[in-house]
């Protein structure tokens, strides 16, 4: 990775942050920058910009795909330690204390107060046009990063975090529109003022294209809040951009894969055969994707967990350095077909669905290389069954899945009792404990 030697400066800015509680940090080191260095130069915002990227892609971006991953048994438990076999039971007795919750939360806060920090800076400190676009774009599209991997595990989250740690919740749809918002502030900075080549330099990596990641994430909040015209011409702005660029997570030695170094470098989890799947959405004999993401067998899950089959981990994390995609070009193809779907426009839908299926030129490899849906055509249902079933092949462990089931099947039955083989078992996590003595405005806990 680019600009590695900036952990004084994200450290230093945990501090200052005010990240996520109301508790004061008493001390102080010498060895960090201030908070002016930090915020009030083109330096410190440049190496806070890469630092953001370094914490996001390594710290948050584990918490993004594991804890909903078990969740929606995308992953099977294979250690005993408490936090990870917490969240595969689920249930109304999943404690707030549970770092398999308070996990997520202080990291996703963490690089939402960085990427908030950012955004102040790109509008206070002198700065050409290019570069404060720059900036301003990439600490937007964070932010809604953020907000949107938050709003999937939890009910409500503060959209702006506050220095005294009483920050107030905003429910799904405030911030669902506060996301769009960032992003398409974001997107229209940066087609009003193309970045500087000193931000481009300083800030960004050759496997980004900043505009298209913007137009994934629009697509993809657009469909969640049921903005379906609009997700469909997000969609279309990343498929038809003549950008080829595979934009893409890096990492190298010292900041390794986390997915690889959960799956693969631990004890502590493997994915589930079949993806986790049952019944009719079992993947299909001679899917491509099965041999993409799953390697051979390796055994069953903890019998306390579920005792689920599981196999090696391939795919996006096959190699601690494997890179691991910012969104999916599947995605966007699903993401109207969706759409569609729910439109009720179910020929578009179909047609949608069998690129994906039929796909053999991905340019990630993700490859279904099957024939095209021979189900009913007709059926919304069954389309929607479709959709859901390629989603969770192919947008496997990216964070997506718990999202998908609750959209798709809202009226799913989750037991209040710990079950560890239903394809979900909360539809929210309870509120963090440490959150709630620290913020008195922090609501009460969903029932499940």
Not at 139 to 147: D, E, P, Q, S, W
Not at 328 to 350: D, H
Request: hydrophobic share 40%.
């Amino acid at each position: 990775m680019k600009n590695i030697k900036i952990y004084t400066i994200v450290g230093a800015f945990l501090v200052i942050a005010g990240l996520f509680v109301a508790c004061d940090t008493e001390f102080e080191n010498p060895n960090n920058p201030t908070e002016d260095v930090v915020l009030q130069t083109k330096d410190g915002l440049f190496a806070l910009a890469t630092g953001i990227r370094q914490y996001y892609s390594i710290s948050a971006l584990r918490q993004v795909v594991e804890a909903p991953g078990i969740t929606t048994r995308e992953l099977g438990v294979t250690n005993t330690f408490l936090n990870i076999n917490e969240l595969a039971k689920g249930g109304a007795e999943l404690p707030a204390e549970s770092g398999g919750i308070t996990n997520p939360w202080v990291n996703l806060l963490r690089a939402k107060g960085m990427a908030e920090s950012l955004i102040e800076g790109a509008n206070t400190v002198e700065l050409t046009a290019g570069t404060r676009s720059g900036l301003l774009a990439y600490g937007n599209l964070f932010k809604a990063m953020c907000l949107g991997a938050m709003v999937q595990m939890f009910e409500e989250v503060p959209i702006n975090n506050a220095a005294d740690g009483a920050a107030p919740f905003s429910d799904r749809a405030a911030v669902l529109a506060e996301s769009i918002a960032l992003l398409q502030e974001a997107r229209d900075e940066l087609a009003g003022t193309a970045v500087s080549d000193d931000f481009a330099s300083a800030v960004l990596w050759t496997d980004l294209s900043l505009t298209k990641v913007i137009n994934a994430h629009l697509s993809r909040y657009h469909l969640w809040a049921g903005n379906y015209a609009e997700s469909i011409a997000a969609a279309d702005a990343v498929l038809n951009d003549s950008d080829a660029t595979n934009s893409m997570w890096i990492f190298d030695a010292n900041n390794q894969n986390p997915i690889w170094n959960r799956t693969i470098n631990s004890t502590d989890l493997k994915p589930q055969t079949n993806f986790g799947l049952l019944g009719a959405f079992v993947p299909e004999v001679g899917d491509g994707r099965i041999a993409f993401y799953l390697g051979a067998d390796a055994g069953f899950a903890n019998a306390d967990a579920g005792g689920q089959a599981i196999s090696e981990m391939l795919g996006f994390a096959a190699t601690n350095t494997a890179p691991f995609p910012i969104y999916l070009p599947g995605e966007m193809m699903l993401n109207k077909a969706e759409a569609y779907a729910r439109q009720n426009q179910l020929g578009n839908a179909v047609a949608q669905i069998n690129l994906v299926r039929q796909k053999t030129d991905d340019p990630l490899g993700v490859n279904a290389n099957l024939p095209a849906w021979g189900g009913d055509a007709g059926s919304q249902s069954e389309v929607m069954d479709e959709i859901y079933r390629n989603r969770a092949i192919e947008l496997f462990l990216t964070g997506l899945r718990w999202g998908d089931h609750k959209r798709f099947y809202p009226d799913f039955s989750v037991p209040q009792a710990a079950n560890t083989t239903n394809e979900r078992n909360r539809n929210f996590y309870p509120y963090p404990t440490i959150e709630r003595e620290n913020n008195p405005n922090t609501p009460a806990n969903p029932s499940i």
